[in-house]
């Protein structure tokens, strides 16, 4: 396959300003299929407005998207829902597509959360609703996963459960997938691509380029990137006895 | 068989309850309660108008209503007011204008509380034709847009990012809207069609808990109908 066909989505040079204010702006980046492309960077960087881009959700914008699929699982990071609407987690599956009743049981049961399929989507907690609407992306077999911290709110063993799926379904599906966490640790490990936004593109490149960047050391400070890279430590390089870090 | 005007009211009740019912849930879902009011008080500058140029009523009203809920979404867009106030700014400016129009008619005799209120019992079979033929255009339409439409009422950014266009269907919504007013304005009155649209999808949210299956949607227009038959005793 040419790496043109690949393509899920391209950002070239792409902006977004909101009542004269650049949310995010100058950002280029790829999603190709079977990839895991991450957005990481302090809060109010631009992560969730670089996927809005991404999805077509913002019009009016700087640079240029080019999207070469329709079939989109998008996961939103904030979800408001009114609950006065009658909504059970059967009906939220079949919201944007007819999908088969098997392809709904199975994307509830990845997520764990088959039992509540004919609960009322307003009596789940924040961390059962989390699970059903990563179903609900997944369920459709997309070709374009959008998934805007996707684990908030789930506990933590569920946490990584949930990551081992994602990394699954990318292989599975051979999807390409935008994923937006500020929790390196698990991100670092997965990921193909990773790109630090601060408001614009601060680094981009493999997770070891970017964990080795001064720029995005100064933006997470010193503490989170030797966590990092002690975390690191088990693939590129090692610590000289005067703890200085040695590349392999 | 149409030469009973109770029967032809009957007929005709039935017809708008059909149309309010499934219209009525999206109106509550969306909470859009005040801007059926202001689509039926722009329906007041829509009679004036008929009166005036002589046009069909239902048609006057729909065009008039319809510019007004369009203008309403432009207003929305590029305006930071809130959208209770823009409601209140188009409503009362097109009432407002409408009973200056009407003010000016002085060679039509008006009964305006016939306006506010409607008179169902005065049907004739050609307001019965419009009913049922607009009526079933509005369904088509509603059940042709219903997925993008719902999708979007749950959520606009997960609509709009999984590729279902919500904004047309938005706009596609609001002309129905403008349309059901203006079928049903001569027999349920201005004041009372915001109340033909909530009252029974409000009552019908108690006892349903999916959306989507028929069974629920014929509840819906089950509980209408009843509706419509109360309204009947009461004002007989």
């Known amino acids: ?248 | 068989m149409f030469d009973d005007f109770f029967i032809r009211a009957l007929f005709a009740g039935i017809g708008i309850a059909f149309v309010t019912g499934p219209l009525g849930c999206f109106v509550v879902w969306r909470r859009l309660s005040y801007f059926g009011d202001t689509l039926a008080h722009s329906a007041l500058l829509g009679v004036t108008m008929a009166y005036t140029l002589d046009l069909n009523i239902a048609i006057s009203v729909f065009l008039i209503s319809s510019i007004i809920a369009l203008i309403l979404i432009q207003l929305q867009k590029k305006t930071n007011l809130p959208g209770d106030a823009l409601l209140g700014l188009l409503a009362h400016s097109s009432l407002a204008v409408g009973l200056v129009v009407i003010g000016f008619l002085t060679f039509i005799r008006f009964d305006i509380m016939g306006l506010l209120f409607g008179d169902i019992l005065a049907v004739t079979t050609d307001d019965l034709l419009i009913i049922w033929t607009g009526g079933a255009v509005i369904l088509l339409v509603l059940k042709l847009i219903w997925k993008p439409l719902f999708a979007s009422t749950v959520n606009y950014e997960l609509a709009e990012a999984e590729g279902l266009n919500p904004d047309r269907a938005k706009a596609i919504f609001t002309i129905l809207m403008a349309a059901v007013i203006a079928i049903s304005i001569k027999m349920v009155g201005l004041l009372l069609i915001t109340g033909m649209l909530i009252i029974p999808a409000a009552m019908a949210r108690n006892i349903s808990d999916s959306p989507q299956k028929n069974g629920n949607i014929f509840n819906y227009w089950w509980i209408t109908v009843c509706c419509i038959r109360f309204v009947f005793f009461i004002r007989i």
């Open chain 1, 1 to 248: 396959m040419s790496s043109e066909n690949s393509t899920l989505v391209k950002l070239n040079n792409a902006g977004f300003k909101q009542n004269d204010k650049w949310l995010v702006e100058g950002v280029s980046l790829t999603v190709e299929k079977g990839k895991i492309v991450t957005l990481i960077g302090p809060n109010g960087s631009g992560k969730s407005t670089t996927a809005k881009i991404a999805l077509g959700i913002y019009k009016n914008i700087e640079g240029s998207v080019e999207k070469y699929t329709n079939k989109v699982g998008y996961v939103p990071q904030k979800i408001s829902i009114d609950w006065t609407l009658p909504l059970r987690v059967y009906d939220f599956m079949l919201l944007t597509e007819n999908i088969k009743e098997e392809a709904i049981d199975e994307a509830l049961t990845l997520t764990g959360v088959i039992h509540l399929k004919n609960k009322n989507l307003g009596n789940l907690s924040g961390g059962e609703f989390q699970r059903v609407l990563i179903a609900r992306a997944i369920s459709k077999k997309p070709e374009l996963l959008v998934l805007d911290e996707p684990v908030q709110g789930v506990d933590y063993t569920g946490e990584i459960a949930l990551y081992e799926l994602i990394k699954r379904i990318s292989d599975t599906l051979n999807c390409g997938i935008l994923l937006i966490s500020h929790d390196l640790h698990t991100v670092m490990t997965a990921t193909d691509h990773v790109v630090c936004l601060n408001g614009h593109v601060c680094c981009s490149g493999s997770p070891m380029d970017v964990a080795k960047n001064n720029e995005y050391k100064s933006l997470f400070g010193e503490k989170a990137s030797q966590i990092l890279s002690v975390y690191e430590h088990k693939h590129d390089h090692v610590h000289s006895e005067k703890g200085e870090i040695k590349k392999n």
